[in-house]
């Protein structure tokens, strides 16, 4: 299993930034796919996830600023990020994993632990 991301770089607070995570190695249709990030000082925190039929779940402080989607075809998962923050400048990481573990609200654990593969992560950085 391999994924590489791309992507990240600087930009100003109020700016956007599209992460790209290609996959390979793996029958990527089937998998459960996530983001992650670690900023400064910061242990790692879960960002959004996606399940293999499309389900996908946020961090609740990116509802509404970042869109986890993917392209099958391309076996490349994505992040759309809007109206960054300062707060948001991380380490950013795709993760993957055979399935996705769900609440018994529905929603996908974001959990670093359920994770078995992962990138080396893309750098977003967000200035004031």
């Known amino acids: 299993v391999q994924l590489v991301e791309s992507g990240g770089g600087s930009v100003q607070a109020g700016g956007s930034l599209t992460l790209s995570c290609s996959a390979s190695?793996?029958?990527?249709?089937?998998?459960?796919m996530g983001w992650f990030r670690q900023g400064p000082g910061k242990e790692r925190e879960g960002v959004a996830t996606?399940?293999?039929?499309?389900?996908?779940t946020y961090a609740e402080s990116m509802k509404g600023r970042f869109t986890i989607f993917q392209d099958d075809a391309k076996n490349t998962l994505y992040l759309q990020m809007n109206s960054l923050r300062p707060e948001d400048t991380a380490m950013y990481y795709c993760?993957?994993?055979?399935?996705?573990?769900?609440?018994?609200?529905?929603?996908?654990?974001?959990?670093?632990?359920?994770?078995?593969?992962w990138g080396q992560g893309t750098q977003v950085t967000v200035s004031s």
């Open positions: 993760a993957a994993d055979r399935a996705c573990y769900y609440d018994g609200s529905g929603h996908i654990r974001i959990l670093e632990g359920l994770f078995g593969y």
């Open positions: 190695g793996f029958t990527y249709s089937s998998y459960c």
């Open positions: 996606i399940d293999s039929d499309g389900t996908t």
